[in-house]
């Protein structure tokens, strides 16, 4: 009788390749680590400078004053009401683009991309002119009494404009990997259509529903040149670290350097916590 390899045989626990499906191991062309290893010097080399630049018997006080703060509970506060409303407005677009069909969706998905392109300083005067005093909608809110530019209202909605994309081209494509054949059971079953999305869609999407908030509650952290431009630079109301940061390189390099320390940790924070939610 032929002897099976497998967990019995070897007695360890490990499968071979083909009860595991994998086909035999590519081997990868060594040339391969040089150029890796430049774009991996690249990426981390200048975060490494920040660090060294810093100085470190001053960083508690630089940290800690007053002003960096209020910069740095105004920048958390806004980017958690953005990627809230994020994931308000971008659920409901997804599931639109990946569950539906219409004349014009390809155009339609790629304006709804293209503030992932767009230079920030034009994000911000698309909303300047949108919803500033003289703008195509600001002029009837400013009727009623509403200013929306130069507010913190105004940040929230200069980070979601630039973060929404995120949060859409990751959901849609957890969105067209999941499939439908789950939902059609649900409905044969009897469920209702919100019935569906709620216990069935979105649990099935969580992961990539997860990984594109994160992904916009850092884009949101970062943002500066839309900010600036429909916001302005207001301290406690609209200057967020990365603001900040702008503003003190010439007149304080040490606390800028400082300030932008702390938003590379807690960027590494939030990649980190995706990241062991297998976010991303």
Known sequence: MQASSGPDL?????????????????????WLWLPAGVAAAFLVVPLAAIVLRVDLPSL?????SPSALEALWL??????????????????????????????QGLVRSLVLLPLVLPPVVSGLALLYTFGRRGLLGQSLDLIGIQIPFTTLAVVMAQTFVALPFLVISLEGALRTSGTRYEAVAATLGARPTTVFRRVTLPLVGPGLLSGSVLAFARCLGEFGATITFAGNLPGVTSTMPLRVYLLRVDDPDAA?????VLVVVAIAVIGFARHGRAI
């Open 10 to 30: 070897l007695g360890n626990g490990r499968r071979t390749d083909r009860q595991r499906g994998a086909g035999p191991s590519v081997g990868m062309p060594r």
């Open 60 to 64: 508690p006080a630089l940290i800690t």
């Open 75 to 104: 920048s958390l506060r806004t980017a958690l009401a953005s990627t809230l409303l994020c994931i308000a407005l971008g659920v409901p677009l997804s599931t639109v683009l990946a569950r539906t069909s219409f004349p014009g």
């Open 257 to 261: 350097v400082a300030l932008s320390l």
